[in-house]
């Protein structure tokens, strides 16, 4: 099984194998005491402590007829009571040990397990395209990242051990009752009881299989719920706005009843197994109390069979158990696997070169790309030199974002290619690409930290005094200090302690403190007021200077000053050259400019 379907998951338990090396000796130990302790109490120590003087005398333990054949173990001679007395709680006690041990460890190796596939499964999504999050909600990514994580612990490590212990116990058990049977004439008689662990094997098969089903049903249910509350708890301001919370609260109420419903019949299943087995295990054990008194076993024969028995029956238990662990665990697994084997589609090539600080010269050469079966840009052949302000403008859904998304290599196109400085941006290292790159997005992302660790990441080895300059800069430095703590005030999850513009210009100032020859300025006013972005354009006119800046804008106030504007229709490049002159040479331009003068006035 291991070899097969979960080959993938077999190298998280490397860094723990010490650990369940230990913690399947333990229960080793554990399992023998458990499925011997009890039978050889009851059917050898007490009726030889209690027999008469033969019964004493007789040895508990003998060896095998292949073995030879003789005694290997007495009763302790004028001990007999004090031994009859500590062996129990010495059994319970080595099988105490043994359970304490083996959990303990095993839970250890767990956790273990369960970090390792958490960090993997984190940073192969730090290496996936962007698509591959337009295709998933986060509230599913999170469920997989933290709740399906758990299923390779259940795999790897709990059903693993119970794989190797239960057996190991029903071995011991049933070994005693085959030893007990062939020391008697008619023995294989109560032998014959045991087919009926074929029967346990067979049901528990057919139960596990209506809990994998049900169970990936309830994945499904958990993680559209996740992502109906990830999708409120992110839209707080909007669904208070329009009055959303009854709908809202609907929308929870039943994916959450639906989950209940599933939940239910999965517990259905669940917990009718083990009644089962017992019933099974009943049948059995029935038929073995007529078979001995049928066949001539003594009392102490026929209770000590039927405690192994029942002994041999505990793991069939278990191992049903198991059974419907695996089928709970397949689905989780299945969900983080469309995770780790995802392909990288945007990947360095194995000879991928270095690039150091660029002078920002831009080429295209027949690009040509799309996100399915639809094409966003078509063909499209430019040079942009370096230093040179590019406005990007045209209607909705032109291919203006995709034109941008492409120079930092967020995706590959499909035809063509792209190039710095006369560098194929696929044969030149990410990483060292992306270092000669700022952004400056519409929505600026800034992380639950300070406002001086939020600038700073734009060059992580910058020092405070850099730091404030380029806070200054950006014109972010009067509204920094004002605040309690000044650089160091936490600015909340997403920047939520800020104003709209307060955000743009940490934004700023961290394109500031990068200094990276090519700018990208996507709608990066567009959600601000006019008062504001006529303050923030003045930054980001300085910002411009020198770099090779490419602008999306919908607002043309921003690209009043730019030295290129480039048209888009359809994927297309239509018009090229100067505001003044696309305005006279392309209608398209003309009319957007002409409605947003006219917005204006």
Known sequence: MFRGRYKLYLPYLKGSRTLLALSLLAAIVFSAANALGLPFLVGKVLPAVFGDAAARAAPLLTWPKWLGGQPAFYLPKGHEMAFAVAFLPVVMLIRGLGEFFSTYLLNLAGLRVIEAVRRDVFAKLQQLHLGFFGRLPVGDLLSRLIADANSVRLVLVDVSNDLIVQPLSMVFALGYVVVICFSHEKGYWFLACLLVVPAAVFLVRGVGMRIQRRTRQGMES???????????????????????????????NQASQEGLRIQGKLVRYEKALSPMVEVTAALGISAAIAVGAMNGFTMEELISLIVAFYFAYGPIKRLGNVSSRLSMAAPGLVRLEEVILAPIEV?????????????????????????????????????????????????????????????????????????????????????????????????????????????????????????????????????????????????????????????????????????????????????????????????????????????????????????????????????????EGVYASSELFRRLWDNQAKNLA
């Open 347 to 579: 990947a360095d090539v194995s000879q991928a070169r270095a690039l150091a600080r660029v002078r920002g010269d831009l080429e295209m050469r027949g690009v040509s790309f799309s996100y399915g079966v639809d094409p966003v840009l078509l063909d499209v052949s430019l040079k942009i030199p370096a230093g040179q302000s590019v406005a990007l403008v045209g209607p909705s859904g032109a291919g203006k974002s995709t034109f941008v998304n492409l120079v930092p290599r967020f995706f590959d196109p499909q035809q063509g290619a792209i190039l710095v400085d006369g560098h194929d941006l696929r044969e030149v290292r990410q990483a060292d690409l992306r270092a000669n790159i700022a952004l400056v997005s519409q929505e600026p992302v800034l992380f639950n930290e300070s406002i001086l660790e939020n600038i700073r990441l734009g060059r992580p080895s910058a020092s405070d005094a850099e730091v404030r300059e380029a806070a200054r800069l950006a014109g972010a430095l009067e509204f920094i200090e004002a605040q309690p703590e000044g650089f160091l005030t936490k600015v909340g999850e997403r920047g939520g302690r800020l104003s709209g513009g307060q955000r743009q210009r940490v934004s700023i100032a961290r394109a500031f403190l990068k200094d990276a020859p090519i700018l990208i300025l996507d709608e990066a006013t567009s959600a601000l007021d006019t008062d504001t972005e006529r303050s923030i354009q003045q930054s980001l006119t300085l910002l411009m200077k020198g770099r090779t800046t490419l602008i999306v804008a919908h607002r043309f106030s921003t690209i009043r000053d730019v030295s290129r504007v480039l048209v888009f229709d359809g994927g297309r490049i239509v018009a090229d050259g100067t505001r």
């Open 222 to 252: 958990a993680s559209d719920l996740n992502s109906i509350a990830v999708e409120n708890l992110q839209s707080a301001r909007e669904v208070r706005a329009y009055g959303l919370q009854e709908r809202e609260s609907k929308r929870f």
